[in-house]
C-alpha cells in the first residue's frame, strides 16, 4: 500500500509555514511563533508516521515525470527517514531557540520563511528518490540559507554570504555536471534501484571514476572537506540559531547525506570498492579531519572554533562511508545523527552564551560556569561527546569508525581517531577548564563583556530548555545506544537490512 | 556471607545492590548541588555531611552481601557488570579506602568550611566543587571495577580519570593548578592510547567485553603490539617509569584525603585496566609476549630503583610519597609481567598481587593521611604519634602486619616458580621503599605542626592504619592465598628495614641537591620543553602557511581587481559595438556566407 | 528539423471553430489596443476582462492542437496566397504572448500612475502599439510563409520601437532612434534575402521551400542575409549593443514584453528559416555557437558591473541569449542523432519559456523597486530587504530560473541541453553552460547584496499597490513551476504533428 | 532577350547609381534630400520601366513625395517658418572607418553579386543585361556603406532609404512582377516610410531637447561608472 500523499504531506508543512510566515505582518509575533511550532510539531509526527510505516515496510513513493525519462521522486526509506527524523526534532529544537534568540530583532519574518524553507529542502533532500530530485532540494537549500547567512546585513556577514554562495553554487555546478553525465549514462536511476552501476564497469571505468569525482567533489563542498571548507568558519557570522542548523542539520549534513547516497545509492559500496575510490574517500577524509582540528586548536574565537570543530567532525561521516563494512556504514550513519545532536547543544550554548553574557572570545569564558550553571553543562556534554568520551552520543561513533577501520583492513584510521580524540580534547578542555575552574566576572573579577538579564534563570527559558533538551538526547543517544530505536538501533536497522546481503 | 544464599544469589537483588551502589554517589552529588542551590546566593550549607560520607558505603555493602552478574542490552553497547573474585576484592579495599579518606576529608576541610560559613566565597566554592566531583569520581572508580564490558569499563575510568582532576586542583595554588594540568594532560594521553587499544582489539576480535579482549589480544596477530598499547595506556594511571610523571606533581598539590585516594585507589584502576586486559597467565601465549612481559617486568624494577633513589632527595613529604607510589608500582608491574613471563604461575602470583596492592591501597592512603596529621598534631605522646605515622611505612616495607603477609604472598608465588632473581630484585626494591618512607617521616618530622587538628581527621587516619595493618582479615580473598610468614622466615623479610634507613640517612647527610637539580616530577620538564618546542615548530609553520594563503590571497584579491577592471574596458567596447552594429551586421553576412562557402569546399 | 517546425505539406481539412479563434487570437489584441487608447483604462479588473476572451482563443486552439496536431491553413487573398500553420510549438508560444501581453497590459495602469507626468503625454499611444505587437507576435508564430512572416515582423518592429519611445526622455530618443534605423537595416536585410530566395525558386511558402531548396551559393547567402539581418534584430552577440539602452529607459511593461518576446521572435523565425535553408550546415552553427559562448560571457561580465538594475538585466538578456545561440549546433547541422536534436529541441524551447517569463518577471520585479526606492541605481536597493520583502522576493524567484537553479524552467532546460551536449560530447558547450551559470549567480546576487545591508540609512521607500508585486511574483513562480511541470509543455512540443 | 544592353536601362540605371551617391554623400543636407527627392523620381520611372505602374505610382507618392516631405520636415524646411537646424554635416570619420566602410560595401556587393550570378543564369555571360539589378547590387551596398559609416542621423535615414530602394529594384528585378514581390515591395516602401517618418520626428524632438550635438552623437556618453563591489 503506498501512502503517495505522505511524503509530499511532510514536505509542505515547512513550505506552507515558509508561505503563511511571508505573508503575515512583522508584527505578528504570536501568529508566527504558532506556526512555527505547529508546523514543526505536525512534521516532526508526519515524520515519525512515515518512519513507522518504513518500519512496517511500506515506502511510500511520489513520483512524476519531469521531462522525458526522469522523474520527480519523493520517496520514504529507511536512511531518508532518518535523516528526516534528525532534521525535524532539530527543527523543533532550534525553532524554540530562534525564536528566543531574536526577540526584538528585526527582519523576524524575513528570517522564519528562509528558515522554514532551508527546513524543507533538508526535508525534500532526505525523501529524494533521485539524484534529480535530490539536486533541486539541494540547490533549493543554496539558496535558502543565503538570507540566513546575510541576515544581520553587516558587510562582514555579506562578504561571508558572497563566499558561501560562491562555494556552494560552485559546488552545485560541479554536482549538476556529474548528475547529468550519471543520467546521460544509465538514464533513469533511482536510489531504490536493486541494480548498481556495476554493469558499466567493465566498460566505462574511467567515466565512472570520473562521475564519482564530480558528484562526491559537489557534495564535498557542503560537507566542508579541505580544501572546499573556505566558507563554513566565515559563515559563522549568522546568528546564533542559523549556526546550528547549518553545522548541524542542514548544509553540512545535506553534503555528508549526499556523500552517504551516492557511495550506497547510486554506485553501491562494492562498486566504490572496486573503483578504488573508498581509500581516496578515508584520505580526504583523513585530512579533513587532522586539518580541522587543527584550525580549531588555533581559534581564539568560540563559534569559529566550533566552526573547524564541525569541519572536522562532519567528516567522520565521510570517514565511516569510506570504511567498507557494516561497521563502517553503522559508524556514518550514526554519526550523522549523533554529531547533530551533540553539534546543535554547542552552538546552543554558544549562543546563549553571545546573548545572555556577550560572550564570543573563548578567554572571556572564565568562570560562566557559576553564572550560566545549565548552558555550562550542556556545553560541558557536547565538548565530552566530540572528544568521543562515555557515555556521551560521540563515543559510540568513534568505536563504530574504529571497528570499521579493521574490518576495512585500515587500522591506521585508529591511529588519526586516538589523534583526533586527543586534539579534540586539547581544544575543548581549557574551554572546560575556563568555564568551571577559573575565576571570572561571576566570582568578581572584571565584568562581562555585555550582560544581560533575559530570564528569572540563567537566560531566557526559550533559550534555555531547547538546550538542555539536545543535551540530554545526546547523553541518551550515548546511554543507550543498544536500545532498538535509538540512533545506533536505527543505523544498524539500516546498514543491516539495506546494504548488506 | 552471613545471608541466606537465595537472597545472595538473587538476581533482582543483586542488581539493585549494584545499581543502588552506583547511583548513590550520584544522588549525593546532586543532592550536594541541591543544597547549595537552595541554600541561596550566600548560604553555606554543611557540604560534607552525613550522607554525603555515605557514598561509598552501598558499594561496600555490595561486596558484602551481593554476589553476581548483570546484563544489561540496552546500555552503551551492552552492558556486562560482575563481581568476580578479582573485582569483589578490589572493590572492597578501594571503597573502603574511599569510606575513610571521606571521613578524613570531613576533618580535612573542616577548616574550609569554616571559612566558607564565615563568608569566604572562595572557600565555598572550592568546597562545592569538591562535594561534587568526589562522588562522580567514586562513581567512576566503582564503576570500572564491576565492569566486564568495554564501554562500561572505560565510561568508569574516564569519569574517574577527568573528575579527578577536581580533586587535584582543589586548592587553585599555583602549584595545584600545575599538578592538575600536568594530570590532565597524562591523562588524555592514557584515554587516547587506551581508546586506540581498545579500538584496535575491539575491532579485529568483534568482542565488546572484556573477557574477549584478553583472548582477542592472546589470538590477533598483532596482539603484541595491541598489549602494548593498552598497557601503556593504563601504564600512565599506573604510573609507569616514563609515564608517571604527573605522579609527583599532583600528589603534593592535591589534599591530603584527595592523595590518599589518588595513590590508594585510583593509580591501583590502571593495574587492574592491565589484569582486565592483558592476556596474563593464558598458556597460549606467542613468544611476542614473553618478550613483552620482560620488557614490562625491565620497566617495573626500573621504576622500582629509579623512584627510590629519585625520591629520597624530594623536600615535600607527599612528593616523597607520590616517588614511592611509583616505587611500590613498579614492583607490582613486576609482578604483573611474571604473567606473561611465567603464566603457568599466575594462579598464584595474582591473589598476592592483590593482597599487596589492597595493602598498598590502605597504608599509602594512611600515609597520605598522616601527611596532614603531622601538620595538625594533637595533643598526644610525640613519641606514639610518630610510631602511629611510622607504622604504615613499616608495614609497606614488610616488616610488620599485612605488608609482610602480602610480601611473603608474592615471594613464596614466586619461589614456587623459582624466580629467585625477581625476588632478590623486589627485596632489594624494598630496601628503596623503606629509604623513601624514613625520608618521607624525616620531612615530616622537618615541617611538623601542632594543633588546630580535628577528630574526623585522626581517627579515620587511625582507622585507615588499623585497617591496613590487618588487610588480609577483611580482604575477601581465600585465606590460602593470604598465608602470614612463618616465623623463620621473617628476617628474609625484614632485613631490607635497616638498610633502607641507613641509606636514606647517609643519602640525607652526604649530598642534599638544591631542589631544582631534582625537581619534583622529573622528566616532566623534559616532556614540557619538547612539547613546548613542537608547539613551537607547529606555530611556525602554521605562521608560514598563513603568510602563503595571505599572499595567495592578496593575489587573488589583486587578479580579481583587475579582472574587474577589464570588464569596466568592455563598456567601452560595447559601446564601439553599438555605434558599429550595422558594420558588424555586414561583417557577419559576409563570414556566414564565406564560412558556408568553406565548408561546402571542405566536403 | 523543418518537421518539428511543422513545415509539412500536407491537407488536412481544418477543422471548424479553428479558424474564428485563430483570428481572435489575431486580430482581437489590434482591436482592444484600440479600445484602449479610447477608454484609458485606469483599474486592472476592465483589462482582466478584455483579456479573457482572447485567453480563451489561445486556450481553444491549444485544445485542437493537442487534440488533433498540426493545423494548416491557406488564405487565398487575390493573386496572394497566405501560409499559417499551428503546431505545439506556436500554440504554446501564442499562450505565452497572450499571456505576458495580458501580464504587462495589467502593470500598466500602475507603472503610468507613478510616472512622470512629463512623461505621460503620450500614454495613450502605448494601448494600440500594444495590442499591434501582440497580434503581429502571435502572427509571427503561426506564419508560414516569407512575405506574412515579412510583413509582421515590421509590425512587431515598428510597434516595438513606437512603445519604448514613448516616455520621451532624451536617453529613450537616442536609444529609440538607433533601435530603429537598425531593426530597419535589419529587416532590408531580411528582405534581401527573401529576394534571393523568391527569385531563385519562385516561391515564398516555408513547407514548399523545404521540399524545394537545396545547398549552394543562393541558400548560402540568402540564409547569412536572413540570418544576419534577424540576428541584428534578436540582439545576438556581437548585435546587441542596442540592446541595453533601449530597455534602460522604457516603460517596465514594455521592457519585458520586448526582452521577453520580441527579441525572441527574431530568434524563432531564425531558427525556423535557417532549417530550411541550410539545415545540414555545421560551420554556421558553430559560429553562432560560439559567438554565444563570447555573449554569455560578455552579457555576464557587463551585467556583472551594471550600476542600474534595469542595465544590469537587459545585458543579462545578451548573456541568455547566448545559451540560446550555444544550442545551434544542436539542432542544425549534418547527422545529429534525434534523441540529441530532440533534447536540444526540447531544452531549447523550454529555456525560451521560461527566460521569458523570468525576464518579464524580472523586469516586472525591478520596475517595482525602481517605483518603489526612487532610484534607478542598484546602490539605492541598499536595505530594501527589510520595506520590500515582496518585490525581492519576485525578483529572487526569477533570478532563480534566469541562473538555471532547480527547481526552475531555466534548470529543467539547462539539464536537457547539458544532456544533449554531453551525448554529443560537446564539453566546450558545456563548460560554457556551466560557468556562465555562475557567471549568472554572481551578476544576480549582487542585487541582494545590496538589499541585504542593514547598516546603511534607510531612505524613504514608496508604498506599492501589492498587485504590482503579484503580477511580478506570477509570472516569477510561473517560470519556476515550469520546470518541475515541464512534462505536459514538452510532450506538446515533441508532437509535432 | 537581345544581347545589346537596353540603352535606357542602362542609363536609368547609371542615373540612378549617381544620384544615390549624390544624396549619400553630400554634406549640404538640404542639397541631399532635394537629391533624394530626384532619385525617388528615378526610381518610379525604374519601376515603370519594369513594368509595374502600381509600385511606380507607390513610389511617386510614398517614395518622392511622403518621404521626402518627411526629410524636409526633419530638416526644418518644412513647414516653413520652423526653426533651423543645422544643414551641413561637418562631422569627418576617420580614414581608417571609412576604408573599412567601403571594404565591407564592397565585399558585401560581391556577396550580393556572387549570389545572383548563380541564381540568374544570364547574369553570369552577360551581366550588362540587367543593368537595374546590377544597379540594385550596387545601390544596397552604398547604402549600407553609407549607413554605417555616417553618424548623422539624417543622412542615415537617406542612406536607409537609398538601402531600401536598392533592395526593392534587386527584387523586382529578379522576380519581375510576381503578386509576392509587389505585395513585399509594396510593404517595405511603406514601412520606409513609416520609419523615414518617425525618423524625422525623433530628429525634430532630439533636436529640440538636445540642440544639433545630438544629431551625430551616436555615441551617448558612458555614465556607467563603477560602483559598489
Redesign the interface.
Known amino acids: 500500500m503506498n501512502a503517495a500523499w505522505l511524503p509530499p504531506l511532510a514536505l509542505s508543512t515547512s513550505l506552507v509555514a515558509a508561505v503563511v510566515i511571508f505573508a503575515l505582518p512583522e508584527s505578528a509575533w504570536r501568529w508566527r511563533t504558532g506556526v512555527n511550532l505547529g508546523a514543526a510539531l505536525v512534521k516532526l509526527t508526519l515524520v515519525v508516521l512515515l518512519g513507522y510505516r518504513v518500519v512496517e515496510g511500506h515506502y511510500d513513493t511520489l513520483r512524476f515525470p519531469v521531462v522525458e525519462g526522469i522523474d520527480f521522486v519523493l520517496r520514504a526509506d529507511a536512511l531518508g527517514m532518518m535523516f528526516a527524523g534528525l532534521s525535524s526534532l532539530l527543527w523543533l529544537c532550534t525553532t524554540l531557540y530562534a525564536i528566543g534568540y531574536l526577540e526584538n530583532s528585526p527582519n523576524r519574518k524575513r528570517f522564519f520563511g528562509f528558515f522554514s524553507l532551508c527546513v524543507g529542502s533538508t526535508l525534500g533532500i532526505a525523501m529524494a528518490g533521485n539524484l534529480f530530485t535530490f539536486l533541486i532540494f539541494f540547490e533549493m537549500l543554496t539558496l535558502s540559507t543565503y538570507p540566513l547567512v546575510v541576515h544581520r546585513g553587516t558587510p562582514k556577514a555579506l562578504d561571508a554570504g558572497r563566499v558561501y554562495l560562491r562555494y556552494t553554487l560552485s559546488g552545485g555546478t560541479v554536482l549538476l555536471l556529474g548528475v547529468v553525465l550519471l543520467y546521460s549514462l544509465t538514464s533513469e536511476h533511482s536510489f531504490a534501484s536493486e541494480g548498481g552501476l556495476e554493469t558499466f564497469l567493465p566498460d566505462h571505468r574511467g567515466l565512472l571514476l570520473l562521475i564519482f569525482a564530480l558528484l562526491v567533489g559537489g557534495l564535498a563542498v557542503k560537507a566542508a572537506m579541505v580544501p572546499l571548507h573556505g566558507w563554513l568558519p566565515r559563515a559563522m557570522v549568522a546568528p546564533a540559531p542559523v549556526s546550528a542548523l547549518l553545522h548541524a542539520v542542514a548544509v553540512v549534513k545535506a553534503g555528508a547525506f549526499g556523500i552517504l547516497r551516492v557511495v550506497y545509492d547510486v554506485f553501491g559500496i562494492e562498486l566504490s570498492v572496486e573503483l578504488g575510490v573508498t581509500t581516496v574517500l578515508a584520505v580526504a577524509a583523513t585530512v579533513t579531519i587532522l586539518y580541522g582540528s587543527l584550525r580549531a586548536l588555533a581559534q581564539e574565537e568560540l563559534k569559529p572554533r566550533l566552526a573547524f570543530s564541525t569541519i572536522s567532525q562532519v567528516s567522520y561521516i565521510v570517514l565511516g562511508v569510506s570504511l567498507f563494512g557494516p561497521f563502517g556504514t553503522i559508524a556514518a550513519l550514526t554519526h550523522l545523527l549523533h554529531q547533530g545532536l551533540m553539534k546543535v547543544t554547542l552552538f546552543f550554548c554558544a549562543g546563549n552564551y553571545a546573548e545572555e553574557l556577550g560572550i564570543h572570545r573563548i578567554d572571556e569564558l572564565d568562570g560562566a560556569g557559576r553564572r550560566m550553571p545549565l548552558t555550562s553543562l550542556a556545553f560541558t556534554v557536547g565538548a565530552l561527546g566530540m572528544i568521543g568520551l562515555p557515555p556521551v552520543a560521540g563515543f559510540i561513533t568513534k568505536w563504530y569508525l574504529g571497528m570499521g577501520a579493521i574490518q576495512a583492513g585500515m587500522p591506521w584510521v585508529i591511529a588519526v581517531l586516538v589523534a583526533v580524540s586527543m586534539l579534540n580534547a586539547l581544544y575543548f578542555l581549557p574551554i572546560l577548564y575556563r568555564l568551571w575552574f577559573r575565576l571570572g566576572p561571576a566570582h568578581g573579577h572584571g565584568a562581562w563583556p555585555e550582560e544581560r538579564r533575559l530570564g528569572r534563570l540563567e537566560t531566557s527559558a526559550w533559550l534555555l530548555w531547547p538546550m538542555v533538551a539536545t543535551a540530554l538526547l545526546s547523553l541518551g543517544a550515548g546511554l543507550f545506544a543498544a536500545m532498538p530505536f535509538s540512533p545506533l538501533g536505527w543505523a544498524t536497522a539500516v546498514a543491516l537490512g539495506e546494504y548488506l546481503p | 556471607m552471613m545471608l541466606p544464599d537465595t537472597l545472595f544469589a538473587n538476581a533482582l537483588w543483586f542488581n539493585s545492590l549494584l545499581s543502588l551502589a552506583l547511583l548513590w554517589p550520584l544522588l549525593l552529588a546532586v543532592n550536594v548541588t541541591w543544597r547549595h542551590v537552595t541554600a541561596g546566593d550566600q548560604g553555606v550549607p554543611q557540604y560534607l555531611d552525613g550522607w554525603w560520607l555515605s557514598a561509598p558505603w552501598p558499594a561496600l555493602g555490595l561486596v558484602l552481601l551481593g554476589n553476581g552478574q548483570w546484563i544489561l542490552d540496552g546500555w552503551i553497547l551492552g552492558g556486562q557488570w560482575e563481581l568476580t573474585a578479582l573485582s569483589r576484592a578490589w572493590l572492597m579495599f578501594t571503597a573502603l579506602l574511599w569510606a575513610l579518606a571521606a571521613l578524613h576529608a570531613r576533618g580535612y576541610f573542616a577548616h574550609e568550611q569554616a571559612k566558607a560559613t564565615a563568608g569566604d566565597a572562595a572557600a565555598r566554592r572550592r568546597l562545592l566543587r569538591l562535594a561534587v566531583l568526589w562522588p562522580l569520581t567514586l562513581a567512576g572508580n566503582i564503576l570500572l571495577i564491576v565492569a566486564q564490558d568495554i564501554a562500561s569499563f572505560y565510561l568508569g575510568f574516564s569519569l574517574m580519570t577527568f573528575a579527578a582532576y577536581a580533586l587535584v586542583i582543589h586548592d587553585e595554588s599555583e602549584r595545584a593548578v600545575m599538578g592538575a594540568h600536568v594530570y590532565l594532560i597524562m591523562a588524555v594521553l592514557g584515554e587516547g592510547m587506551i581508546l586506540g587499544g581498545f579500538l584496535w582489539v575491539a575491532g579485529e576480535a568483534q568482542v565488546l567485553t572484556l573477557d574477549g579482549l584478553r583472548e582477542g589480544i592472546a589470538q590477533a596477530p598483532h596482539g603484541v603490539a595491541m598489549a602494548a598499547l593498552l598497557w601503556g595506556g593504563f601504564g600512565i594511571k599506573a604510573g609507569v617509569i616514563g609515564l608517571h610523571v604527573w605522579l609527583p606533581l599532583a600528589h603534593p598539590a592535591a589534599p591530603a584525603p584527595a592523595s590518599a585516594v589518588l595513590s590508594g585507589a585510583m593509580i591501583k584502576a590502571g593495574l587492574l585496566g592491565w589484569l582486565n586486559v592483558l592476556p596474563l597467565g593464558n598458556p597460549l601465549l606467542s613468544e611476542g609476549f614473553l618478550h613483552l612481559g620482560q620488557l614490562i617486568m625491565v620497566a617495573g624494577l626500573l621504576a622500582a630503583f629509579g623512584a627510590a633513589i629519585y625520591g629520597v632527595m624530594q623536600r615535600h613529604p607527599k612528593a616523597v610519597l607520590a616517588y614511592s607510589s611509583i616505587s611500590q608500582m613498579g614492583m607490582m608491574t613486576a609482578l604483573v609481567a611474571t604473567g606473561l613471563t611465567a603464566p603457568d604461575n599466575w594462579h598464584l602470583v595474582w591473589p598476592a598481587l592483590v593482597l599487596f596492592v589492597a595493602h598498598h591501597a590502605l597504608a599509602k592512603g594512611a600515609l597520605f593521611m598522616g601527611t596532614s596529621i603531622s601538620e595538625h598534631l594533637p595533643a598526644w605522646p610525640l613519641m606514639l604519634m610518630w610510631a602511629l605515622l611510622a607504622l604504615p611505612g613499616l608495614s609497606l616495607v614488610g616488616t610488620l602486619g599485612a605488608g609482610m603477609a602480602s610480601k611473603w604472598g608474592f615471594k613464596s608465588a614466586l619461589y614456587d616458580n623459582e624466580q629467585t632473581t625477581l625476588i632478590w630484585l623486589l627485596s632489594l626494591a624494598a630496601i628503596g621503599t623503606a629509604a623513601l618512607v624514613s625520608v618521607a617521616l624525616w620531612r615530616q618530622w622537618q615541617q611538623r605542626q601542632v594543633g588546630k587538628g580535628n577528630g574526623w581527621q585522626l581517627y579515620a587516619w587511625l582507622a585507615t592504619l588499623g585497617l591496613a595493618l590487618m588487610t588480609p582479615v577483611w580482604l575477601p580473598l581465600p585465606s590460602e592465598s593470604m598465608p602470614f610468614p612463618p616465623f623463620a622466615e621473617w628476617p628474609g623479610l625484614v632485613w631490607p628495614l635497616p638498610l633502607g634507613v641507613v641509606a636514606a640517612g647517609l643519602m640525607l647527610t652526604l649530598w642534599r641537591p638544591k631542589p631544582c637539580v631534582v625537581p619534583a616530577g622529573d622528566l616532566w620538564w623534559l616532556y614540557a620543553a619538547l612539547g613546548r618546542a613542537g608547539a613551537n615548530v607547529y606555530g611556525a609553520m602554521a605562521q608560514r602557511l598563513y603568510i602563503t594563503k595571505a599572499a595567495i590571497v592578496k593575489r587573488a584579491l589583486a587578479m580579481e581587481t583587475l579582472l574587474m577592471q577589464r570588464l569596466e574596458q568592455l563598456l567601452a567596447t560595447d559601446a564601439w559595438m553599438r555605434h558599429h552594429a550595422s558594420g558588424l551586421m555586414m561583417a557577419l553576412a559576409v563570414g556566414l556566407v564565406a564560412l558556408l562557402a568553406w565548408e561546402s569546399i571542405l566536403s | 528539423m523543418s518537421i518539428r517546425f511543422g513545415l509539412v505539406e500536407s491537407s488536412v481539412a481544418v477543422l471548424p471553430f479553428t479558424q474564428p479563434a485563430l483570428w481572435v487570437a489575431l486580430g482581437l489584441p489590434c482591436l482592444l489596443g484600440v479600445l484602449g487608447a479610447w477608454l484609458r483604462p485606469q483599474r486592472t479588473w476592465p483589462i482582466l476582462l478584455a483579456g479573457l476572451p482572447l485567453a480563451a482563443s489561445g486556450i481553444v486552439l491549444l485544445m485542437i492542437v493537442e487534440q488533433h496536431g498540426l493545423q494548416r491553413w491557406q488564405l487565398e487573398w487575390g493573386k496572394l496566397t497566405v501560409q499559417l500553420r499551428l503546431n505545439g510549438l506556436s500554440v504554446l508560444l501564442l499562450l505565452l504572448t497572450q499571456g505576458l501581453g495580458l501580464v504587462a497590459a495589467l502593470y500598466t495602469p500602475g507603472e503610468l500612475r507613478h510616472a512622470d507626468p512629463a512623461q505621460r503625454r503620450l500614454e495613450r499611444w502605448l494601448w494600440p502599439l500594444l495590442g499591434i505587437l501582440v497580434g503581429s507576435l502571435s502572427l509571427i508564430w503561426v506564419a508560414a510563409d516569407l512575405l506574412t512572416l515579412y510583413v509582421a515582423l515590421e509590425l512587431m518592429g515598428l510597434s516595438a520601437v513606437g512603445m519604448l519611445l514613448l516616455p520621451g526622455k532624451v536617453e529613450s530618443l537616442v536609444a529609440g532612434i538607433r533601435y530603429l534605423l537598425l531593426a530597419l537595416v535589419g529587416s532590408l536585410s531580411y528582405l534581401l534575402g527573401v529576394a534571393l530566395i523568391l527569385g531563385h525558386w519562385g516561391r515564398l511558402d516555408l513547407a514548399g521551400l523545404v521540399q524545394v531548396v537545396e545547398a549552394g551559393p543562393v541558400a548560402w547567402t540568402a540564409a547569412a542575409l536572413l540570418g544576419a539581418g534577424l540576428a541584428l534584430k534578436a540582439a545576438l552577440f556581437p548585435l546587441h549593443a542596442w540592446l541595453a539602452p533601449v530597455h534602460g529607459n522604457a516603460w517596465v511593461p514594455v521592457s519585458a514584453l520586448h526582452a521577453a518576446l520580441v527579441i525572441k521572435a527574431s530568434l524563432f523565425i531564425l531558427l525556423q528559416l535557417w532549417s530550411v535553408l541550410i539545415p545540414d550546415s555545421l560551420f554556421a552553427a558553430q559560429l553562432v555557437a560560439w559567438l554565444g559562448v563570447i555573449a554569455i560571457f560578455w552579457g555576464g561580465g557587463l551585467a556583472w558591473r551594471a550600476v542600474e538594475l534595469k542595465s544590469l538585466v537587459a545585458y543579462s538578456t545578451v548573456a541568455q541569449m547566448g545559451y540560446l545561440m550555444v544550442v545551434f549546433p544542436l539542432l542544425l547541422g549534418p547527422g545529429i542523432p534525434a534523441s540529441v536534436q530532440g533534447l536540444a529541441w526540447q531544452g531549447f524551447w523550454l529555456y525560451l519559456v521560461g527566460h521569458a517569463l523570468a525576464k518579464a518577471a524580472m523586469f516586472l520585479a525591478a520596475g517595482n523597486l525602481i517605483l518603489a526606492t526612487g532610484n534607478t541605481t542598484l546602490q539605492g536597493l541598499t536595505g530594501a530587504s527589510r520595506q520590500l520583502p515582496l518585490s525581492l522576493l519576485a525578483f529572487g524567484v526569477a533570478s532563480v530560473s534566469l541562473i538555471g537553479l532547480p527547481p526552475s524552467a531555466g534548470f529543467t532546460a539547462k539539464w536537457l541541453l547539458l544532456r544533449a551536449m554531453v551525448i554529443q560530447a560537446q564539453w566546450a558547450w558545456v563548460a560554457a553552460l556551466l560557468l556562465g551559470t555562475l557567471l549568472s549567480a554572481a551578476y544576480v546576487f549582487r542585487v541582494f547584496r545590496y538589499s541585504f545591508v542593514e547598516t546603511a540609512p534607510h531612505y524613504a521607500f514608496r508604498a506599492l499597490p501589492p498587485w504590482l508585486d503579484g503580477l511580478a511574483l506570477g509570472l516569477a513562480l510561473a517560470s519556476l513551476l515550469l520546470g518541475l511541470f515541464a512534462y505536459g509543455p514538452l510532450t506538446l512540443l515533441q508532437g509535432s504533428r | 532577350m537581345s544581347a545589346t544592353p537596353p540603352l535606357f536601362d542602362l542609363l536609368l540605371a547609371l542615373g540612378l547609381v549617381a544620384l544615390a551617391l549624390g544624396c549619400l554623400f553630400d554634406r549640404h543636407l538640404v542639397r541631399a534630400c532635394s537629391v533624394f527627392v530626384g532619385f525617388a523620381l528615378s526610381m518610379a520611372l525604374a519601376w515603370w520601366q519594369l513594368g509595374a505602374p502600381w509600385l511606380a505610382l507607390a513610389e511617386f507618392s510614398l517614395g518622392a513625395g511622403l518621404t521626402g516631405c518627411s526629410l524636409f520636415y526633419a530638416l526644418g524646411v518644412l513647414p516653413p517658418g520652423s526653426p533651423l537646424p543645422s544643414r551641413r554635416d561637418w562631422f569627418r570619420e576617420p580614414f581608417r572607418q571609412a576604408a573599412?566602410?567601403a571594404v565591407?560595401?564592397l565585399?558585401?556587393m560581391g556577396?550580393?553579386g556572387?549570389?545572383?550570378?548563380?541564381?540568374?543564369p544570364v547574369m553570369a555571360y552577360s551581366p550588362m543585361q540587367q543593368p537595374l539589378l546590377l544597379a540594385g547590387v550596387a545601390m544596397?551596398a552604398l547604402g549600407?556603406g553609407a549607413?554605417?559609416l555616417h553618424r548623422h542621423?539624417l543622412r542615415?535615414?537617406l542612406a536607409?532609404n537609398v538601402?531600401?530602394s536598392g533592395?526593392f529594384l534587386?527584387?523586382a528585378g529578379?522576380?519581375g512582377t510576381?503578386?509576392?514581390?509587389q505585395?513585399?515591395i509594396i510593404?517595405?516602401l511603406g514601412?520606409?516610410w513609416?520609419?523615414t517618418l518617425?525618423?524625422a520626428m525623433?530628429?525634430r524632438?532630439?533636436y529640440h531637447?538636445?540642440g544639433a550635438k545630438?544629431l551625430i552623437s551616436?555615441?551617448?556618453s558612458?555614465?556607467?561608472?563603477?560602483?559598489?563591489?
Do not use: C, Y
Not at chain 4, 222 to 229: A, L, T, W
Open positions: 573599412i566602410r565591407l560595401a565585399a558585401w556577396m550580393i556572387a549570389a545572383l550570378r548563380h541564381s540568374v544596397s549600407l549607413f554605417a542621423l542615415r535615414l536607409f538601402l531600401g533592395v534587386l527584387l529578379l522576380t510576381m503578386a509576392h514581390a505585395a513585399l510593404t517595405g514601412v520606409a513609416l520609419g518617425l525618423g525623433l530628429i524632438r532630439l531637447l538636445q545630438a551616436d555615441n551617448e558612458i555614465r556607467q561608472k563603477r560602483q559598489g563591489p
